[in-house]
Structure formats: C-alpha cells, structure tokens
C-alpha cells in the first residue's frame, strides 16, 4: 500500500505512459525505463527490503 488515492496513482501511471516509461501489454506492466523509476522512487536511499529495483 502507498497511501495514494486511486486518481492519483492513475494519473501518474497515465503521465509514465506518455513519456514511454511503461507500457501495459496483455494485462501486465512493461518498464522501459527502470532509471526514471529509480530516480522518482529515491531506490540509492532504501533498503533491499523496500526497493528491489
């Protein structure tokens, strides 16, 4: 859980695919750029336990 509501996380998930960060196909979410998501997400900050990319 991420304590986000259901528009937010759309709208960010809709602006990603603009950009061509993700993509879904066939019901599964494709990324095509883990660095962007990396960056946005502070991963070099956290644990292994928090962020596994």
């Known amino acids: ?3 986000a509501t259901q ?3 759309n709208r960010m998930l809709s602006d990603m695919k603009k ?3 993700i993509d879904f196909v066939d019901s599964y979410l494709i990324v095509n750029d883990q660095n962007y998501l990396k960056d946005i997400c ?3 900050n956290s ?7």
């Open 19 to 21: 950009h061509n960060t």
């Open 42 to 44: 502070h991963c070099e």
């Open 47 to 53: 644990s292994t336990d928090i962020c596994r990319m």
């Open 1 to 3: 859980m991420i304590g």
């Open 7 to 9: 528009e937010s996380v």
